[in-house]
């Protein structure tokens, strides 16, 4: 048998605490040994790197990085347990003491510092007061040397010290003082381990678990022969520790099967998989975010979790066997990118008395995912018992099962992010089923309208003809399915054109005292006159016969939708307007301003293939637990104001990020709000970008409509909702 050697990229595995493997638990990480490593995650790293050489065994070096900021909380956990102090020293009165707070390590030059705050004191209790005529608070910065003792203990030496005062500074203190912080610190911190060994004695258990049974053994044989090597390195993020495994030699696997259409039943696991992870993802930000005020933190949250929504839907678009998994690559993903965050909450100090925990929980889903993504060739996966015993570590305490998905709405989720109940209409929501009283009498595409030639003719302005009885209150009897395009039958018309040169959303009325009025944003009257407009426009088709007045009532609609929305927002007054235009062009783009369209002689919902739905296309999916699906599909209001609560939160994050516009062109923020709402927040630069045909389309689609909207260029309903099928995104 052949020997080598091979080093695996570096991966951030920290402390691990899971639940009973087997009856036996395998970490704890209170029990005032340091934070341990998840070891489990190297074995499917060597395992997949020797996969790769058949009847080869292989020594691997491994390098393994222990986060500064684990390194501390871990430190805080064995040291300073007194409300966040460390108490160092007592003298013989209460007058007499040495402690320190706050220890943050780092990097200076090669070595590890350690910087913690401290007061000290020598006094003498003079009635109820001290007189302490040494005393001094300030920084003990700690040069130290990381070292591994007995193979698998990581510790400190140190090296060198100094005292600072609050701003930095070097000072001095009266020689006993001094003498008393060495002789009392120094052995203090120097007694702190960080132990990689305790992870190994279950580590068995856990390999055979996380294995299928033609590896357990190897994988076991493998972690038996696990060793550290003796030098330890301070990097910029953390101290580097190599460990060393061999690994008994294995032919590969084989090769993955070619791109196939998923059966039934594989179907039916793919989108089980994607539903557990959306609800373990919302699990884990709901745990992080619920007892914590930081706003970045939450923010960033709610990006990564629509983000990884957005990535669920294109998944769940196109499933196929075969290549890469995606229900993998989103994990792993979406994973990584929490551990960021979560980190940098971390620096900020932001995690509170939970940071050890939440810590925990990243180390531990860093092993599992790094054990995923090594071993295919093995068929290691995670699998929904391991996200669960993941989920258990980071909320021991609940007993709710972390992975139950459902669409039903979810107040705590909403309050977390400060997103606002829509306006609805008044009374219980209907979605009783009545056929038309009549056939919808068949229709072709309505001829481009004269009147409409300046706007320039897009296959992408719209949605299928969707004609009815003039009758606008026809309730539906089934909602549509994902797969339908909501085409109606419809006979020849004369196209509506547009009934004035003026866009109606911007001019309507102008000049009606009696609707400024009614119309003051914030106002009850604005309210009654939205819930009067909601009213008129339930179940109501757009056909020749109504187009005028339709969009008359529709475009109010949006208009005092989005004036509403801005009267409770914080939005900046330099974005009203483009978030103005905006609203309306979405409208354009998603629905052709349509909330219903009839299908097989019913008025349905109109729903795209991936579950947007109504007039503002707001996704299913991606906003589950945000909304009340019912009131998205059959509530006109309502899904008007989810959207434009959904654009403004989108506008206020966007303006802020780079790129987002160039100096002097606001109208460009309305090209990037619209990438976030169509493609999640991190896509919000994606039109400036080199970007799939498909996906330059949808943005290009928008941007002439915002053009058009910019212009005062009305929309031709009917014309757009014949094309709104066959164009981008739909």
């Given at each position: 048998?052949?020997?080598?050697?091979?080093?695996?990229?570096?991966?951030?595995?920290?402390?691990?605490?899971?639940?009973?493997?087997?009856?036996?638990?395998?970490?704890?990480?209170?029990?005032?040994?340091?934070?341990?490593?998840?070891?489990?995650?190297?074995?499917?790293?060597?395992?997949?790197?020797?996969?790769?050489?058949?009847?080869?065994?292989?020594?691997?070096?491994?390098?393994?990085?222990?986060?500064?900021?684990?390194?501390?909380?871990?430190?805080?956990?064995?040291?300073?347990?007194?409300?966040?102090?460390?108490?160092?020293?007592?003298?013989?009165?209460?007058?007499?003491?040495?402690?320190?707070?706050?220890?943050?390590?780092?990097?200076?030059?090669?070595?590890?510092?350690?910087?913690?705050?401290?007061?000290?004191?020598?006094?003498?209790?003079?009635?109820?007061?001290?007189?302490?005529?040494?005393?001094?608070?300030?920084?003990?910065?700690?040069?130290?040397?990381?070292?591994?003792?007995?193979?698998?203990?990581?510790?400190?030496?140190?090296?060198?010290?100094?005292?600072?005062?609050?701003?930095?500074?070097?000072?001095?203190?009266?020689?006993?003082?001094?003498?008393?912080?060495?002789?009392?610190?120094?052995?203090?911190?120097?007694?702190?381990?960080?132990?990689?060994?305790?992870?190994?004695?279950?580590?068995?258990?856990?390999?055979?678990?996380?294995?299928?049974?033609?590896?357990?053994?190897?994988?076991?044989?493998?972690?038996?022969?696990?060793?550290?090597?003796?030098?330890?390195?301070?990097?910029?993020?953390?101290?580097?520790?190599?460990?060393?495994?061999?690994?008994?030699?294995?032919?590969?696997?084989?090769?993955?099967?070619?791109?196939?259409?998923?059966?039934?039943?594989?179907?039916?696991?793919?989108?089980?998989?994607?539903?557990?992870?959306?609800?373990?993802?919302?699990?884990?930000?709901?745990?992080?975010?619920?007892?914590?005020?930081?706003?970045?933190?939450?923010?960033?949250?709610?990006?990564?979790?629509?983000?990884?929504?957005?990535?669920?839907?294109?998944?769940?678009?196109?499933?196929?066997?075969?290549?890469?998994?995606?229900?993998?690559?989103?994990?792993?993903?979406?994973?990584?990118?929490?551990?960021?965050?979560?980190?940098?909450?971390?620096?900020?100090?932001?995690?509170?008395?939970?940071?050890?925990?939440?810590?925990?929980?990243?180390?531990?889903?860093?092993?599992?995912?790094?054990?995923?993504?090594?071993?295919?060739?093995?068929?290691?996966?995670?699998?929904?018992?391991?996200?669960?015993?993941?989920?258990?570590?980071?909320?021991?305490?609940?007993?709710?099962?972390?992975?139950?998905?459902?669409?039903?709405?979810?107040?705590?989720?909403?309050?977390?992010?400060?997103?606002?109940?829509?306006?609805?209409?008044?009374?219980?929501?209907?979605?009783?089923?009545?056929?038309?009283?009549?056939?919808?009498?068949?229709?072709?595409?309505?001829?481009?309208?004269?009147?409409?030639?300046?706007?320039?003719?897009?296959?992408?302005?719209?949605?299928?003809?969707?004609?009815?009885?003039?009758?606008?209150?026809?309730?539906?009897?089934?909602?549509?399915?994902?797969?339908s395009s909501a085409v109606?039958?419809?006979?020849?018309?004369?196209?509506?054109?547009?009934?004035?040169?003026?866009?109606?959303?911007?001019?309507?009325?102008?000049?009606?005292?009696?609707?400024?009025?009614?119309?003051?944003?914030?106002?009850?009257?604005?309210?009654?006159?939205?819930?009067?407009?909601?009213?008129?426009?339930?179940?109501?088709?757009?056909?020749?016969?109504?187009a005028k007045d339709y969009?008359?009532?529709?475009?109010?609609?949006?208009?005092?939708?989005?004036?509403?929305?801005?009267?409770d927002d914080d939005l900046?007054?330099?974005?009203?307007?483009?978030?103005?235009?905006?609203?309306?062009?979405?409208?354009?783009?998603?629905?052709?301003?349509?909330?219903?369209?009839?299908?097989?002689?019913?008025?349905?919902?109109?729903?795209?293939?991936?579950?947007?739905?109504?007039?503002?296309?707001?996704?299913?999916?991606?906003?589950?637990?945000?909304?009340?699906?019912?009131?998205?599909?059959?509530?006109?209001?309502?899904?008007?104001?989810?959207?434009?609560?959904?654009?403004?939160?989108?506008?206020?994050?966007?303006?802020?990020?780079?790129?987002?516009?160039?100096?002097?062109?606001?109208?460009?923020?309305?090209?990037?709000?619209?990438?976030?709402?169509?493609?999640?927040?991190?896509?919000?630069?994606?039109?400036?970008?080199?970007?799939?045909?498909?996906?330059?389309?949808?943005?290009?689609?928008?941007?002439?409509?915002?053009?058009?909207?910019?212009?005062?260029?009305?929309?031709?309903?009917?014309?757009?909702?014949?094309?709104?099928?066959?164009?981008?995104?739909?």
């Amino acid at each position: 048998m052949t020997t080598g050697h091979a080093r695996i990229p570096l991966v951030p595995v920290l402390l691990s605490d899971v639940p009973p493997v087997g009856g036996r638990r395998l970490l704890r990480y209170r029990d005032k040994a340091a934070i341990a490593v998840f070891i489990a995650v190297l074995a499917g790293l060597l395992l997949a790197r020797t996969a790769r050489a058949q009847a080869a065994g292989m020594t691997v070096r491994v390098p393994l990085t222990i986060d500064y900021l684990a390194l501390g909380a871990a430190l805080r956990d064995q040291l300073y347990t007194d409300k966040g102090r460390a108490q160092l020293w007592n003298g013989s009165n209460r007058c007499e003491y040495l402690y320190a707070e706050n220890p943050v390590f780092s990097r200076e030059g090669g070595q590890v510092t350690l910087e913690t705050n401290a007061s000290l004191s020598l006094g003498f209790v003079l009635g109820s007061r001290c007189v302490s005529p040494i005393w001094w608070t300030g920084i003990i910065a700690a040069e130290t040397r990381p070292y591994i003792e007995a193979g698998m203990t990581l510790k400190l030496r140190i090296t060198n010290l100094n005292l600072y005062n609050n701003q930095h500074q070097k000072t001095l203190i009266a020689g006993k003082g001094f003498d008393l912080v060495k002789q009392y610190f120094i052995p203090r911190i120097e007694t702190f381990s960080f132990a990689l060994k305790p992870a190994t004695e279950q580590l068995a258990d856990l390999a055979e678990a996380a294995s299928p049974s033609s590896a357990a053994a190897r994988v076991k044989q493998a972690i038996g022969t696990l060793h550290a090597e003796p030098e330890v390195v301070a990097t910029a993020r953390g101290v580097r520790v190599v460990l060393d495994i061999t690994v008994p030699a294995f032919a590969t696997a084989a090769a993955p099967p070619a791109p196939a259409e998923l059966t039934p039943e594989e179907l039916a696991a793919f989108e089980k998989e994607l539903d557990q992870w959306d609800a373990f993802l919302v699990f884990s930000i709901k745990q992080l975010g619920s007892l914590n005020l930081d706003p970045e933190l939450r923010s960033d949250l709610l990006s990564l979790l629509l983000d990884s929504r957005h990535r669920l839907v294109v998944a769940l678009a196109s499933p196929r066997s075969g290549g890469p998994d995606p229900v993998r690559v989103l994990f792993l993903d979406t994973w990584q990118r929490l551990g960021q965050i979560v980190r940098s909450a971390g620096h900020r100090g932001t995690l509170g008395n939970r940071s050890l925990e939440f810590l925990s929980f990243i180390s531990a889903g860093d092993a599992l995912f790094a054990l995923d993504q090594a071993a295919p060739a093995l068929g290691m996966r995670i699998s929904a018992d391991d996200l669960r015993r993941l989920a258990h570590i980071m909320a021991p305490q609940v007993t709710a099962d972390p992975l139950a998905f459902s669409f039903k709405e979810d107040p705590e989720l909403r309050k977390m992010f400060n997103l606002s109940e829509p306006l609805a209409e008044e009374g219980p929501l209907d979605t009783s089923a009545t056929e038309l009283p009549i056939a919808a009498p068949a229709t072709s595409s309505p001829a481009p309208s004269p009147a409409t030639s300046a706007a320039p003719s897009s296959a992408a302005s719209a949605s299928p003809a969707a004609t009815a009885s003039p009758n606008a209150s026809i309730v539906p009897a089934v909602r549509p399915t994902a797969a339908s395009s909501a085409v109606p039958s419809a006979t020849p018309t004369p196209n509506a054109g547009p009934v004035s040169l003026l866009n109606p959303f911007v001019g309507f009325l102008v000049g009606d005292s009696a609707y400024a009025a009614e119309s003051a944003p914030g106002s009850n009257r604005m309210v009654a006159t939205l819930q009067r407009l909601g009213k008129k426009l339930k179940r109501a088709v757009v056909t020749s016969a109504n187009a005028k007045d339709y969009r008359a009532d529709m475009g109010k609609l949006i208009r005092l939708s989005g004036e509403h929305q801005l009267a409770d927002d914080d939005l900046d007054e330099r974005y009203r307007t483009v978030y103005m235009r905006v609203v309306q062009a979405t409208a354009w783009q998603e629905s052709c301003w349509r909330q219903f369209v009839v299908e097989r002689r019913r008025v349905v919902y109109l729903e795209s293939s991936s579950g947007d739905i109504g007039l503002m296309q707001v996704n299913k999916y991606v906003w589950r637990g945000f909304y009340s699906v019912p009131r998205l599909e059959w509530d006109v209001l309502y899904n008007a104001g989810a959207g434009m609560g959904i654009l403004a939160r989108l506008l206020r994050e966007v303006a802020t990020k780079p790129g987002a516009m160039s100096p002097g062109k606001p109208n460009e923020l309305a090209r990037s709000v619209y990438a976030a709402y169509n493609g999640g927040p991190g896509a919000y630069r994606r039109w400036r970008r080199r970007e799939p045909r498909p996906v330059r389309a949808i943005d290009q689609s928008f941007w002439s409509k915002y053009q058009w909207v910019l212009h005062d260029v009305p929309i031709d309903v009917l014309k757009c909702s014949a094309e709104w099928s066959h164009s981008p995104g739909h």
